[in-house]
């Protein structure tokens, strides 16, 4: 008969082990594995409630703040729950650490006194241990499974204080963790779930022996993660003598951007957007080449194709609701060249036909990530270059921290002193406008505004239409939004390398000479 087979207690939430319509125990049917695989085969990519999660683990994940799994961790975490091995090429920033918590969270499911340490964490620095321990604390905040740190340069007798409190779950760097094991005769017997993060760097610090020492002393039964950036030879061989029959998942070979597109981010404030979109039409993007411009709502489209016309930058726009004779001329100018600029809003622009565009400016960024890549997907086609800017205020940072998670890349913060190779190579870099680039601007659209009723007052419409547009926007993800709170990178990045003129390179250095003035501080006289 199929269906309705039992299972034993230790199997239920190994989905691999387990029959598909499977009882957890007599009589008490596991319901969360029959909507997983129900929705499994409904959805081919669902969020974080279609991957049959206990209650507590998918609590501990919404409490995180995390909205939609990111690729790395659509594709690992059913892998992993299957208990099969996985060596995963992944990036910090991609959201590995999530990918092996949470199988852990479900593997061990609650705190085990009597058992000893169940799981075991191998990171190459203390920081990122540390770290690890923080998400482990975050997201398995209600399975009570307990954790403890081995570390290089903490005091030996407080980690054996620390491992026979039994934790259930122990994350160390590797030459520490040796020690202790050494020291306290530990025996590994009982763990069943091994990670090696950041396997590459544990490699390049030098741990090889250590770890080799530590796979010997572990159980057969084991499963194994590996997360790595890179896979060089050592670790395939590593790989091969520790893991069975591994699963490689690999996200770099399947970019979502064409490789001829080079993108890159402008940090600056909402009323200062305009400025830096005249500049780059201006100075940086060539007179020839064809630029589509983003925009929430129609009236940007207006306000914005009035301020062009003013420029002198040759454009045309559309938006759902202009008429469609109308739409169709703009468009018509833009597809025969006869402009360089056309302004649009998203629903707008669905449909139209341009074959050989080469920039895209988001001068709203959209609160979509896939409409990021849609919007995006219009340059850089059949062979061709192309280039999309996108200007960041500062309520639109979140979507970019979830951007780079959809795309498993990391922010390349612009560094604070200019750097050449930055220069030569912005692509993916996100930096700062400078302020005298700004103002020189400004002075220009200023006097517009002065001078013309009609802009002053779209302007203003353009402001109370954002309100509202900013109301119906879905929501970043609430993790990327604290992250926008706590991460000082954003603060202290530098200027971008494609707006640093001449004359901000000087503002830049009358900054750092006043930073250096107000550390002066004047002696005091001794009477
Ligand atoms: P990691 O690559 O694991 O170091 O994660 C990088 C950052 O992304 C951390 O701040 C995580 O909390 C965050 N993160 C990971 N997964 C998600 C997700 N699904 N949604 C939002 N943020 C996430």
């Not at 920033?93 to 479900?106: D, M, N």
């Not at 779950?169 to 040796?178: C, E």
């Not at 091994?194 to 022996?209: I, N, Y």
């Not at 895209?360 to 059949?382: C, D, E, Q, T």
Request: net charge positive; glycine share 6%; proline share 4%.
């Amino acid at each position: 008969m199929q269906g309705a087979i039992m299972v034993k207690e230790k199997d239920i939430w190994g989905v691999a082990d387990a029959p598909v319509d499977g009882y957890a125990s007599e009589g008490e049917m596991d319901t969360s594995k029959l909507v997983a695989n129900q929705n499994r085969k409904k959805k081919k990519s669902g969020g974080f409630q279609v991957m049959g999660l206990s209650h507590n683990v998918y609590r501990g994940i919404m409490k995180k703040g995390y909205k939609v799994p990111t690729p790395i961790q659509r594709k690992t975490i059913p892998v992993i729950l299957e208990r099969r091995d996985v060596v995963a090429m992944a990036r910090t920033g991609s959201g590995k650490t999530a990918c092996f918590l949470i199988p852990l969270f479900e593997r061990l499911k609650m705190h085990m006194a009597k058992a000893g340490a169940r799981a075991l964490i191998l990171s190459p620095t203390r920081e990122l241990a540390l770290q690890t321990l923080k998400f482990t604390r975050d997201i398995g905040k209600f399975t009570g499974l307990r954790a403890a740190v081995i570390l290089g340069g903490d005091s030996i007798e407080g980690q054996f204080a620390a491992i026979h409190e039994n934790p259930d779950i122990i994350i160390a760097t590797p030459g520490r963790f040796v020690h202790v094991c050494v020291e306290m005769e530990l025996k590994l017997t009982n763990i069943e779930y091994v990670v090696f993060d950041e396997a590459d760097r544990l490699f390049e610090m030098g741990f090889s022996e250590q770890l080799r020492e530590i796979m010997a002393r572990l159980p057969d039964s084991r499963q194994t993660l590996l997360f790595s950036a890179t896979l060089p030879k050592m670790l395939v061989e590593f790989a091969r003598a520790g893991l069975v029959d591994p699963v490689l998942m690999r996200l770099d070979v399947e970019s979502k951007l064409s490789e001829n597109l080079r993108t890159t981010f402008f940090k600056v404030n909402m009323e200062d957007k305009l400025a830096v979109l005249l500049y780059l039409l201006r100075c940086i993007i060539k007179p020839k080449e064809q630029t589509v411009i983003f925009t929430a709502t129609k009236h940007h489209v207006e306000y914005l194709h009035m301020i062009l016309e003013k420029a002198g930058i040759s454009s045309t726009y559309t938006y759902s609701s202009l008429d469609a004779t109308a739409r169709k001329i703009n468009v018509a100018k833009f597809q025969s060249k006869k402009v360089q600029c056309m302004v649009v809003t998203d629903v707008a622009a669905r449909g139209i036909d341009i074959p050989l565009l080469d920039n895209v400016i988001n001068y709203n960024f959209p609160a979509k990530s896939k409409l990021f890549v849609h919007r995006v997907g219009r340059v850089a086609r059949a062979g061709r270059c192309g280039v999309a800017y996108s200007l960041i205020a500062p309520d639109e940072y979140p979507y970019l921290l979830d951007l780079h998670l959809f795309l498993s890349k990391s922010i390349r913060y612009a560094s604070q002193e200019p750097k050449e190779e930055e220069e030569e190579d912005w692509n993916h870099i996100y930096g700062r406008a400078p302020q005298t680039l700004i103002d020189s601007e400004m002075d220009q659209i200023r006097q517009w505004h002065e001078t013309s009723v009609d802009v002053d007052t779209m302007k203003q419409t353009t402001i109370n239409a954002y309100k509202q547009y900013v109301k119906s926007r879905p929501p970043a993800s609430n993790e990327s939004i604290r992250r926008m709170k706590d991460e000082p990178l954003e603060q202290l990045m530098g200027f971008h390398p494609l707006l640093l003129t001449e004359t901000s390179k000087q503002e830049k250095e009358r900054n750092s000479m006043l930073e250096a003035l107000k550390k002066v501080r004047p002696k005091t006289v001794n009477q």
